[in-house]
């Protein structure tokens, strides 16, 4: 594996605080660039809120080569409509399935989709996990990058150590970070802590929960990782 460019992944909606002059609000959004093409992974919950945030983090729609989409929940989806009416050329990743007039509501705007099923190469440098199946069905991001994996999560529903299995079991290298919403507000000390050991039996190198996984687990995962958490929140860039 030989990646030139560094990435850098920014975060462009998080119902946490990062940049003081961006607006929090439930839902998640990471805006990627390194790669062969920019991806957006998720477009938070309103439109207006995803454009008004990248605008003042520099990022116009029309930097955007491909949307991914984890799942079909509106904080996800949201701002999706709000961005192909200012870009048409953008292509959407999305799982196989989603319901019919999400796709239509795709093409009526000129824009394609990309049905997703099983762990495929999206680009060189850039892959879906497939649909991972739990009490929500769910894909997560992988990329590439000159320290190792990626991966990016929308809300882990499948469960996020049911997720880091099959990537590190998928594609044999280390993971350098994993990133985005890990679904455990509500999880007891003890589960999550439980989860914690398994991300340092796989040996994941730097974590960065944030969206939907609760400040009891931030707060435990920072302490587990020390100087390997990555505090993460609406505006953060990550330079890999």
């Known amino acids: 594996m030989s990646i030139k460019a560094p990435l850098q992944l920014t975060i462009v909606y998080d119902n946490n605080p990062f940049t003081e002059n961006l ?42 080569d ?10 996800h989806t949201g701002g999706l409509e709000a961005l192909l009416e200012i870009n048409p050329k953008i292509q959407v990743w999305l799982p196989v399935f989603f319901p019919s007039d999400l796709k239509y509501l795709i093409t009526s705007k000129g824009s394609s989709f990309v049905n997703t099923d099983n762990f495929k190469q999206i680009f060189q440098g850039a892959y879906t996990t497939g ?36 990537v590190n079991d998928l594609i044999k290298q280390n993971i350098h970070l994993v990133l985005g919403g890990f679904h455990l507000s509500g999880f007891e000390k003890h589960e999550i802590n439980q989860i914690i050991k398994k991300f340092k039996t796989i040996e994941i190198e730097n974590v960065g929960p944030c969206h939907c996984s609760g400040a009891e687990a931030r707060s435990l995962f920072r302490t587990a990782y020390a100087d390997n958490y990555i505090k993460i929140g609406v505006g953060k860039e990550i330079i890999i």
């Open 23 to 64: 607006k929090t609000d439930w839902g998640f959004s990471c805006f990627i660039k390194g790669l062969e093409k920019t991806i957006l992974f998720d477009t938070g919950t309103h439109g207006d809120i995803l454009l008004a945030n990248m605008k003042k983090l520099g990022i116009s729609p029309m930097d955007i």
């Open 66 to 75: 491909l949307v991914f989409l984890s799942h079909n929940h509106k904080d």
């Open 131 to 166: 649909i991972i199946t739990g009490w929500i069905k769910e894909q997560s991001l992988i990329l590439e990058s000159n320290k190792g994996l990626i991966i990016i999560t929308g809300c882990a529903h499948p469960r996020i150590t049911k997720i880091i299995t099959l």
